[in-house]
């Protein structure tokens, strides 16, 4: 899923992401975000910061902490920074990329470096655990 209010940027990431035989979602600001997120279960979210109404860092905070998601989030602004940065990896985004700094073809290769590194990960969990994708440590899952 790609969240981003400039269209046509938007668009532009979709096209590469569609090629690349993802199935994309281009939301426009953090309130469709959130709805979609929870209609559309992405695997993984590139996130605009600057944006109408709800900002990156809010949508952050509810897709993280509200939802219950374990999607990829991948901060995506030209806000380059290393406060802005260190602010998004405290929030628990997985990664974060500079638009001016990113072509669409980079921006497909590092998620799809995060979604494989996650999946190797869980296949290294035994029966019933999991690894976290923050700490890295192995949780036991038990059903009550």
Not at 19 to 41: M, N, P
Not at 95 to 118: C, E, G, R, S
Not at 120 to 133: D, S, Y
Request: net charge negative; charged share 30%.
């Amino acid at each position: 899923m790609i969240v981003e209010d400039d269209v046509t940027l938007g668009e532009m990431y979709k096209m590469k992401f569609d090629r690349e035989g993802f199935e994309t979602k281009l939301c426009v600001d953090g309130f469709d975000a959130i709805s979609s997120a929870l209609e559309f279960k992405p695997d993984a979210i590139l996130l605009d910061i600057m944006m109408p109404d709800m900002n990156g860092f809010e949508t952050l905070d509810v897709i993280k902490k509200q939802t219950g998601m374990n999607t990829k989030i991948i901060m995506f602004s030209n806000l380059d920074g290393q406060t802005d940065i260190d602010k998004c990896i405290k929030a628990w985004a997985d990664w974060y990329l500079v638009k001016a700094q990113t072509t669409p073809a980079q921006a497909v290769n590092k998620i799809t470096d995060l979604l494989i590194d996650n999946d190797v990960k869980n296949e290294e969990a035994g029966p019933g655990e999991i690894i976290c994708p923050h700490c890295e440590k192995k949780i036991k899952l038990t059903v009550q």
